[in-house]
């Protein structure tokens, strides 16, 4: 009879056993679903930004220059001024994350990074800017497509990221679609591109992807070695400092050049009004900084390479948007760079 009691208890002390290690892991398993679910979320909630800035951004850079603006450091200014947008959520994630363990990096060292990566940021964009003033906004987004090829080669020299056959054949497939724009005849809003300005646009344009694809290795080196949160508050804060640093270099920059001389003489020719002058630079810094967040998000949560996939994916609808909104002529030879740089 106690042998039969005590084989009877072992037997629903097991069972217990069981049940606790079943919900134990079912718990497990609801977590790692939940945190895949928020995970994917992100991702497509930095898509958006990066897309959708992406494209707002350069129509509203190529409607600028077109509507009778000249200065070339209001428009670089343009692209990073919205950065103090980002001061609420940075408060909202210090205040959230007050019990998170702090990031392995010293104030100075952080500081060298934004700085560093700023700078190499106003180049960058300098770069955009007098693409964009050469180039139709389809012309450019098509050449701006390097980017990822070039990314694909600084990725796997600062990122460790293998180069596949199928990346190879997208660096040549890229490079090959955004050279093959340039053997065409170009009409802007004042009347056909000459072949000059169009090389001059090619030129520094992939001068200017080249930057932006070793930007973002460089971007992701920092997280894997200096940046090491749990949270996306280091994405904020990076797109923020990013952002002020090259907001001063660029205001040095427009005081240092005497173009703050011609500011008014600029905004009073405007052809749409003053009033468009200024809601075509404001939406112009809101919808790069959603661009800067969203990039340096998949960045961080993704990859360099990834991101730069859903930037060469945004590059290709922009053509589309330039048609539309802008009246850019899409010809053959657009159309079939397009779908090469799709493909």
Known sequence: MEEGAHENLLHHLTYEEAEETESSENAKNSSFQSSKFILWLQIFIFTFFTIGGQAAGTLLGRVYYEQGGKIRWIATLAQTAGFPILLPFIFYSETKNQNEQP????????????????????????????????????????????????????????????????ILNSVVVLSF?????????????????????LLIGFAVTTFGSLGYALQFSLTEL?????????????V???????????????????????????????????????????????????????????????????????SNVIINLGSSIVPIFAMLFLKDRMNGLKVFSLLLGLC
């Open 103 to 166: 990031v392995n990096a010293s104030v100075f060292v952080g500081a060298s990074v934004y700085i560093f990566l700023g700078l190499f940021q106003v180049v960058n964009s300098m770069s955009f800017t007098v693409g964009v003033q050469y180039l139709p906004a389809s012309t450019y987004s098509l050449i701006s497509g390097t980017q990822l090829a070039f990314n694909a080669i600084t990725s796997f020299f600062l990122n460790g990221h293998k180069v596949t056959a199928i």
């Open 177 to 197: 679609s955004s050279s093959a724009v340039i053997f065409q005849n170009e009409t802007g809003d004042s009347g056909e591109i000459s072949q000059k300005s």
């Open 222 to 234: 920092a997280f894997q070695k200096v940046f090491k949160s749990s949270t996306l508050k280091e």
């Open 236 to 306: 904020t804060k990076m797109s923020f400092f990013i952002g002020f640093f090259v907001t001063i270099a660029s205001l040095i920059g427009l005081f240092a050049s005497g173009n703050w001389n011609d500011l008014e003489k600029e905004i009073g020719e405007y052809r749409r009004g003053k009033s468009s002058y200024f809601i075509n630079l404001i939406c112009t810094a809101i919808s790069w900084q959603l661009y800067a967040v969203g990039s340096v998000g998949l960045v961080y949560k993704a990859s360099a390479l990834f």
